[in-house]
């Protein structure tokens, strides 16, 4: 069975990884991380994701920005922003 495949965009180190932390208790999801808008698009650019857990506060563009980037080009995954 295919795993879920999650990418968490944040800027806060903390934040990110207990997110990715309790995510990979359940086993049950492949997770990816990044830590700006930038790293984010490419990764989603370069791989499939079901889901995507966003800031929107990011050093480097804002997440609604990021978010609305991504919808222009087709990621159509649900996103959940923080």
């Known amino acids: ?8 965009v944040d800027d ?3 934040l990110r990884e207990s ?3 309790q995510l990979a208790l ?3 999801f492949d997770l990816a991380t990044a830590p700006t808008a930038a790293e984010g698009l490419e990764k989603t650019k370069a791989g499939h994701f079901d889901l995507l ?3 929107v ?5 804002d997440g609604r920005e990021l978010c609305k980037q991504l919808r222009k080009v087709g990621f159509k ?3 959940i922003m923080l």
């Open 12 to 14: 806060d180190d903390e």
């Open 53 to 55: 857990i966003l800031d």
């Open 1 to 8: 069975m295919a795993r879920e495949r999650i990418l968490i």
């Open 26 to 28: 359940y086993d049950e």
């Open 77 to 79: 995954a649900p996103i």
């Open 57 to 61: 506060s990011l050093p480097d563009m």
């Open 19 to 21: 997110l990715r932390d």
